[in-house]
């Protein structure tokens, strides 16, 4: 058994990785900010923590994520306001690991998105280009540290019904798309993986069983 904290345990692929670890055994706290959510995390399985990670200090969110195997950040301030962007999805984000090494933490798994980082070629002019920064910024400073971490970049986002394979790497088209089911069972893999450990997989829905294809990255 481990034991996981998702950070922004009330979000589609959050609440779908919750499920699919408390289904294998896993012990699953997920955070979120909004109290009102705590029933929908509880019927996944998974222990609700309230807790506003936007707010909290490295040492608050240690708090919350102590005594656990393995963090996800699955948080995101949902676009429209930069500043807020910056806050959860840059300063928030590099808070929690810290956090993760202040209370001994070592496994990390990001969830970003497909051709995250310093060269996202985003224009400034462009609304998506704060979060493209922030997660730049948030995914470098994982890469310079000493957690054993995976960041998980998935194409563009949809709700269709996960089939359970992907294709990894290769360049991201404008037609690409990855269903959040299968979003949130990549990255249950990749904690059960340890050859994912500091490995960037930028995936698309694909032929490849998930399993497969995350052993090979």
Do not use: C
Not at 70 to 85: E, L
Not at 93 to 111: E, T
Not at 127 to 152: M, N, P, Q, R, V
């Amino acid at each position: 058994m481990t034991r996981v904290a998702i950070i922004g345990g009330h979000g589609k692929i959050a609440l779908r990785l919750a499920k699919i670890l408390t289904d294998r055994g896993d012990q699953v706290t997920s955070i979120i900010r909004n109290p009102e959510h705590a029933q929908d995390v509880a019927d996944t399985g998974a222990v609700p923590v309230v807790a506003d990670v936007e707010t909290l200090d490295t040492t608050g969110i240690a708090t919350a994520i102590s005594e656990h195997d393995a963090v996800v950040w699955s948080a995101g301030a949902g676009g429209g306001d930069p500043a807020r962007t910056y806050a959860v999805d840059r300063d928030a984000a590099i808070r929690s690991m810290d956090a993760a090494a202040k209370v001994g933490i070592n496994r990390y798994v990001m969830v970003s998105y497909f051709g995250a980082g310093p060269d996202h070629g985003v224009p400034e002019d462009n609304s998506f280009h704060a979060y493209a920064e922030a997660k730049a910024a948030a995914d470098t400073y994982l890469k310079s540290g000493d957690l054993d971490w995976t960041i998980l970049g998935p194409s563009r986002l949809t709700d269709e019904p996960g089939t359970g394979r992907i294709d990894v790497g290769g360049t991201r088209g404008g037609g690409d798309e990855v269903s959040r089911d299968n979003v949130a069972a990549v990255a249950a893999a990749v904690l059960a993986e340890p050859a994912t450990v500091r490995k960037v997989i930028e995936f698309n829905d694909g032929d490849t069983p998930i399993t497969d294809a995350v052993a090979q990255v």
